[in-house]
């Protein structure tokens, strides 16, 4: 059977259990030690990073993106992409915006609080640490000064950009509760790649966290419904169909996309072709500084750009008016020539992959 190694609090491993539940792929979960993390997946994967899978034939895959779509090719039925080429781009814009964007406000509402870094580091160190010989507070200490160093203050959240990190989620949860008060899922009846993409900072953090889980559970119950309804969707029981189009109430998500995600993945970029190791970047009239370049965010401009090319000239063209009145056009197409030079890209999930982060201090 398939294996996942991983955690029942990591981003990524919920976004992808999230998947194989909904596809009723048959999986063995599998808890990620620390040995396993920081030894042996990396020989196996290329990367410290979780989660990754063991393939009956003994293949390895991590990078939660090219897994699904690799799925895909194994298990079509039904899709995880809408039909209509138009809603299939903006749901791997949504899957990108949730992947990296969110990350920042999920890891600062679990590493910033008390309340939530404390129970999260026990979580943690519990299973990763099992096999640590040292004091449990000792490695529940190190578990939230590495993660807090890291993913928050070397990323970026300082004083000065802490309420803008925060107001992302805010206003993501509103824009979440007016789409939710009108149907199950991003685009209809039936979950697609959007809501999957969407599982990872909304279940594994900001449902589950202390922190944002209450924020969510007072002002947007109909987004932590939805988080449940997603973690208990199975496809083999789903009979409805998509809206047609891009409905009106995701575009202020579209704006959301554009103005913050999309900008921070050009100033990364930009700062990577200059050979910048950590750059500076001006999002929503907040002054971030000192963030950590990150190659395989380069990686996913390029594919997001490779992706708007390969549309057909029609959807490219019906997209459009949406894509400029959002501000999200502009921004796509402003860097050109974007190249990660991530030899291995086109064998993910296969072959040595790049974590997002290369410069993780323990
Ligand atoms: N692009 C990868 C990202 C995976 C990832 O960053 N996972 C996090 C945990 S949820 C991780 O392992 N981070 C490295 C670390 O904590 O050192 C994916 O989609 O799977």
Redesign the pocket.
């Known amino acids: 059977m398939l294996k996942v190694y991983g955690l029942k609090v ?4 919920g976004k992808l259990e999230a998947y194989l539940r909904y596809k009723e792929i048959p999986y063995e979960f599998c808890p990620m030690t620390a040995r396993q993390f920081m030894r042996d997946i990396p020989a196996k994967t290329g990367a ?4 990754a899978a063991e393939l009956p034939d003994g293949r390895w895959m ?4 090219p897994m699904i779509d690799w799925f895909e090719t194994q298990y079509p039925d039904p899709p995880i992409l809408p039909e209509d080429p138009g809603q299939a781009f903006v749901c791997r814009l949504i899957e990108d915006y949730a ?1 990296e964007w969110l990350w920042r406000p999920a890891m600062h509402y679990r590493w910033s609080y008390p309340l939530s870094s404390k129970l999260l580091a026990r979580q943690i160190s519990d299973v990763m640490g099992a096999e640590i010989k040292a004091p449990g507070w000792l490695k529940r200490r190190r578990t939230e000064q590495r993660q807090k160093h890291n993913f928050v203050d070397r990323d970026g959240v300082t004083p000065a950009t802490r309420a803008h990190v925060e107001s992302s989620y805010l206003r993501l949860l509103q824009i979440l509760e007016t789409v939710f008060a009108s149907r199950p899922f991003l685009f209809g009846d039936r979950p697609t790649l959007a809501d999957i993409g969407l599982m990872g900072p909304l279940l594994r953090h900001f449902s589950m966290d202390p922190a944002p889980g209450v924020i969510m559970r007072e002002t947007a119950p109909g987004v932590m419904e939805w988080v449940y309804r997603m973690w208990n969707a199975r496809a083999s029981r789903m009979s409805g169909g998509l809206v047609s189009g891009i409905p009106d109430d995701l575009r202020p998500l579209l704006r959301e996309i554009g103005e913050a995600h999309l900008e921070a993945l050009n100033a990364n970029a930009a700062a990577w072709q200059t050979g910048q190791t950590r750059h500076d970047a001006r999002i929503q009239d907040t002054d971030y500084h000192d963030i950590q370049t990150s190659q ?1 965010r380069v990686w996913c401009l390029e594919v997001l750009q490779a992706r708007h090319a390969a549309l057909d000239d029609l959807t490219r063209a019906s997209l459009r008016p949406l894509l400029e009145a959002e501000n999200v056009l502009e921004p796509l197409l402003r860097l050109s020539g974007v190249e990660s030079g991530y030899a291995a890209g086109k064998e993910a999930p296969f072959g040595r992959s790049l ?2 982060f290369e410069d ?1 201090r323990s």
């Open positions: 990591s981003y990524f491993t410290m990073q979780m989660p991590t990078d939660t993106s992947d395989y974590p997002v993780i």
